[in-house]
């Protein structure tokens, strides 16, 4: 009876920790500042000036479908592509089905609700880790934090994160939900690179302010994309390395697994046999996919558990390899596309960003001058606003754009596209001149229609249109292109033209695959070579043997390869 009081007592303690800990959400401790920071990241509307209860309130009205489960807030586009990339299949469906997406979006998230909560409590276990090295470098430089030499990615995390609470304090900022100050050492084009690595679009227009709040709104569901990868990854290798082991323990006869035991420090009891000898081997697997296998390196075996550790230890590692091959990958195809556009291309690309273009600048240095700004967000709105707009988008924006003479050209009977999209760059063009309430009404209507205008780019466009657009490129449309095709090389200029280079989330995990089955051939190969050894050591136990043995030998040799051929295969399956 004492004991299961005090068992109950023990419950009662925990639970009122746990209550503690749990009872409130994580912006319940956080400063007003940080309340408003985090609705305002998340385009949530507040009152200003609003008081520490109202402000708490409208983020726990939104905190679920935000922090907890974002994907409340997706679109039954954004809903298919994840249950798509998570292999569910899933059938073209309407608005009116979304809370059935988003129900099954639910299952297949990467982590509950309860730990998303408890993440929110420690933003600094988890907000640094989408950071490169250098950037993580920078940061430790900046706020003073010594890291030792040879500076591993390990190690800049760690300093980095023990002493993120003194560097906030000595700025006099907070460490919850981080203000700008966290970023001070990123560039522009480093906030937009950040985006397109995790294959996050950039706000268009933007400025620095937005740069910084789209990374930090994003930063959770980066770490998460990234920690379910490189698990994946590492699961696969294991096997694969697993099943290595197992090859390779096979193929080796009394006297090669005897030493290895000797040298790995196992003890083997007296008379042990064969069979016992390797079913000791297993047992202490986990020495042997350790160090200590690796460092005899005058066995056999070891010097290939020494070549499969470091083959695992790299793929382990895969989630940084990727992220840096894909965003070289990236480049490349950004340069490449740069390399066919048209002059005037080239300079609106600049112009949309503000960056100056030197009189009698030449095609090649303004190609030079696109890549060195490709990761440079559009800071304002430009007459090349209107370049991807629908016939529709651009009438409705003459008629309110409150100029009389673009007003006459969307209400002529006929207008070509090219007709309206010429007067809505002159409309633009004389409001931008002239500023004041004028222009403010002008970027207004932009805010409010480009959204519409980018989700259904190039979808109503005509064959001719498409060809037009494409040819303001200078891209050759080859003979017999469909219209789809036309659609889809129209999307993917836009998308370099509006956003620069930009990296899929999934060209990144793509990658991380890839190094996986880079490491599988070199498994491939062990296998192969355990194959060999079996071969080997039946061979010379043949040359002994009588001819009945030899008969026997034979048959078991040839089982012992297709035994080892059909653990690979399966492998190769599985990855």
Known sequence: MRIASALLGLAFVADAALGSSWGKAAYNRWHETELERWLSDNNIPYPSPADRKDLEKLVSNNWNDYAVAPYHSWDTDKLNSYLKQKGVETKDTAAGSKDSLVSQVKNYWYESEDKAQHAWLNTRDWMLDSWTDSQLKAFCDRHGIPVPQPRKRDTLLQKARAAYEAAAQKAGETIAYPGNWLYDTWTESDLKEWLDTHGIPAPQPTTRDKLIASVRRNSRLAYLKAQEQQASASASAQKAYATLTDKLIDAWGESQLKEFCDKNNIPVPQGTKVNQLRALVRKHRAELLGDSASASGAS??????????????????????????????????????????????????????????????????????????????????????????????????????????????????????????????????????VGGSSFASVTSYLAQATDSAK?????????????????????????????????????????????????????????????????????????????????????????????????????????????????????????
Request: no cysteine.
């Open 300 to 433: 056999a075996y070891g010097a290939a558990t020494s070549k499969a550790g470091n083959a695992y230890a790299k793929v382990t590692d895969t989630a940084a390899q990727a992220t840096d091959k894909a965003s070289i990958a990236a480049q490349e195809a950004f340069n490449e596309a740069v390399n066919t556009w048209s002059e005037s291309r080239l300079k609106g690309y600049l112009d949309a960003r503000g960056i100056p273009v030197p009189h009698g600048s030449k095609t090649d240095e303004l190609r030079a001058l696109v890549r060195k700004n490709a990761y440079k967000a559009s800071t304002g709105w430009s007459a090349w606003t209107f370049d991807d707009w629908t016939y529709d988008n651009l009438k409705s924006y003459l008629v309110n754009s409150g100029d009389a003479t673009a007003k006459t050209v969307a209400e002529k009977t006929g207008a070509t596209r090219d007709e309206l999209l010429a007067a809505a760059q002159s409309a633009y063009a004389s409001a931008s001149s």
């Open 455 to 575: 989700s259904s780019a190039f979808d109503t466009w005509s064959e001719s249109e498409l060809k037009a657009y494409l040819d303001s490129y200078g891209i050759p449309v080859p003979q017999g292109t469909t219209l789809n095709e036309l659609r889809a090389y129209a999307r993917k200029q836009y998308t370099y033209f509006k956003y620069g280079t930009t990296t899929p989330a999934e060209t990144i995990f793509a990658k991380i695959g890839d190094n996986v089955k880079h490491a599988w051939n070199w498994i491939q190969a062990q296998i192969n070579v355990g194959s060999a050894a079996a071969h080997h050591s039946l061979s010379s136990a043949s040359a002994a043997a009588s001819a009945t043995a030899k008969s026997g030998y034979e048959a078991g040799k040839g089982d012992a390869i297709k035994k080892a051929h059909e653990a690979a295969g399966k492998v190769r399956e599985e990855l």
